[in-house]
């Protein structure tokens, strides 16, 4: 399913402003903060505490790229897509959908509300989107005299591996990302007139697909082409160099230490939310420049060629390979070791009570929290039922940052039973159970943490190839290493497909 919603999304997303960095949209938002930041000069990453361990792991975890690995702009660039994303997956859209048609929430990416109608509505939005900024930076102490940029908060964010996790950031810099998002969707959610830069129109998301949608009353509807920053357009370029100076003055205004800093921050504000009157639907919004870029309602494609390397990607990250860990060492010294004993033991018992005895080999991969699974061991078949012993590696990887990661080492005991044997095929469901250790940290995650491992196939296939072969085929295999079960546990959930081999001892 999630492989679906990544391809989906290849095509179609909700509206959301300037792009933010995904598998399929480019870190738009994230590049106008940092252009504005480093032109206002601050948040400075020179001048950054050194990072707490857990804000360390999670700079290693990131669904985003962080040029530069300072926590002031790891707060930035979170709170920047916060407004977009919240604490989701970047390719969840199922959750991503209910954000963007949060009827209150529109403010967040500077469009009207239900009840911004009529000819004051423009005003009426804008005004939203600037008390959102105003909120943002009081959140942050920014509208203070004095600032205080050791103030820390937890945020709830979404990491590639660890998924949804708390992590105290910086307060000051989360919620000026916020705040700097808002403000740059005024460039893409409102029309302007690009002399003046005075905004002649703000667009409708929330009511745009209903029935009783009326342009001349509820605002244009968002149009998809203005999010993207990387078309080879001067009307785009322009926009972008727009936004990266509102949001470099916003900044300043901030910064600046002379006192009066609020009058300041809202003069500025008055300024970037400036309208130019008289334009609606029937002068065509004193003909804006908007209304000829537009190439679909609502929803932007990300570039032709986007789907066809998603789907690549896809398929190269169930195959890709990285270094092995050193596997027997961890078979020694971890939950491996019971395991390794049954292993060494069992054959010495085979004939003494009819079983028979295999070598068993799967390869596996799963997209629901991507991994990949190598996985070996011995197995011995009695009547209906067969037990084995085996242990796996089980590399993870990130569909949103198109990561590797070592993952976990698996050491498990199986119990399978056949439903239907026939000549040609038989039929069975399997158990597992056993110990997970993970191989790298994560926040809160030490780095050899053992835990628990569950697993199991609903309904597999066994087809014999030979008297000595036989090939095993497991479209419904769920697992779940759970490598940490102190406090609140980790778990790296799969649902995975996975195909075997039997070979006769």
Request: with cysteine.
């Amino acid at each position: 399913m999630r492989a679906l919603v990544v391809l989906l999304l290849a095509v179609a997303r909700p509206a959301a402003g300037f792009e933010i960095e995904s598998p399929v949209t480019t870190g738009c938002h994230e590049a106008i903060t940092v252009a504005g930041a480093r032109a206002a000069g601050f948040p400075d990453p020179a001048a950054a505490p050194r990072p707490t361990e857990d804000q360390r792991r999670a700079m290693d975890d990131l669904t985003f790229t962080l040029r530069d690995r300072d926590v002031w702009t790891m707060a930035l660039l979170t709170g920047v897509r916060s407004n977009d994303l919240r604490d989701n997956e970047p390719i969840d859209l199922s959750r991503l959908v209910h954000i963007h048609n949060d009827p209150e929430d529109q403010p967040a990416h500077c469009m009207r509300k239900q009840e911004h109608d009529g000819p004051t509505g423009d005003a009426a939005a804008l005004q939203a989107c600037r008390d959102f900024i105003l909120n943002q930076l009081a959140d942050g102490g920014l509208l203070e005299e004095a600032l205080d940029l050791d103030a820390v908060r937890p945020v709830s964010m979404y990491l590639a591996f660890r998924g949804r996790v708390d992590v105290k950031l910086p307060r000051f810099a989360y919620h000026l990302g916020k705040a700097i998002h808002a403000l740059e969707d005024s460039y893409t959610h409102a029309f302007r007139d690009p002399p003046t830069d005075r905004v002649v129109h703000v667009a409708n998301w929330i009511d745009s697909f209903a029935a009783s949608y009326v342009v001349a009353r509820d605002g244009y509807h968002h149009i998809g082409a203005l999010d993207d920053c990387t078309r080879d357009d001067p009307r785009a370029r322009d926009r972008v160099a727009r936004a990266t100076l509102s949001v470099t003055r916003l900044i300043a205004a901030i910064v600046d230490p002379a006192p009066g800093r609020r009058a300041r921050i809202e003069a500025m504000l008055d300024v970037a939310f400036a309208q130019k009157l008289g334009c609606d639907s029937t002068n065509r919004y004193c003909g804006a420049q908007e209304l000829n870029e537009e190439t679909s309602k609502g929803c932007s494609a990300s570039g032709g060629g986007t789907s066809i390397g998603l789907a690549l990607l896809v398929l190269v990250l169930l195959c890709k390979k990285g270094g092995r860990p050193d596997l027997l060492r961890f078979v020694r010294t971890r939950g491996g070791r019971p395991l390794l004993l049954i292993a060494v033991l069992a054959p010495a018992t085979a004939g003494a009570d009819g079983n028979r005895w295999h070598f068993d080999a799967r390869i596996g991969g799963a997209l629901e929290h991507a991994a990949q699974a190598t996985t070996v061991g011995v197995g011995a078949d009695r009547g209906r039922f067969t037990a084995a012993a085996l242990v796996e590696w089980n590399p993870w990887f990130s569909l949103d940052t198109s990561r590797a990661k070592l993952g976990a080492f698996n050491a498990y005991l199986t119990l399978s039973r056949r439903w239907y044997e026939g000549a040609s095929f038989s039929l069975y469901s399997r158990a597992e159970a056993g110990t997970s250790t993970i191989l790298f940290e994560l926040v809160g995650v030490d780095k050899g943490s053992t835990g628990l491992y569950l697993g199991g196939s609903l309904l597999g296939v066994r087809v014999p190839v030979t008297p000595c072969v036989a090939l095993t085929f497991d479209p419904s295999h769920f697992v779940m290493p759970i490598p940490q079960l102190a406090g609140f546990p980790f778990y790296y959930r799969q649902y995975r497909i996975s195909v075997g081999i039997e070979v006769a001892l």
